[in-house]
């Protein structure tokens, strides 16, 4: 049996999508050779990887949560794609 593919997608930009297994870590899995969204700690801190998601994924953590409320406070959308374990398709923009 076949693992579920993830389609990520990076409207208004010239990058390509990219096709990933399900439950993987994004920021494991984009560079700046194959996507727009750059990357600092890669552990949910500096807040470098701010992007606005258009889908379904899991909800973030309560540390997530926490510098979401600062960094935008009035983007239900808002993620870091560190943080984010991919589900579904989903269309990533930068903030």
Known sequence: ??????????PETNYQSVELEANQNL???????????LFGCR???????LVIIDGDIPPASEAEKELLEILAPENPKARLACQIQLTNDIKINKN
Do not use: A, R
């Open 43 to 49: 552990t949910g801190i500096c807040g470098t990887c």
């Open 1 to 10: 049996m076949s693992k579920k593919k993830c389609n990520i997608q990076f």
């Open 27 to 37: 920021s494991e899995h984009l560079t700046v050779e194959n996507s727009p969204i």
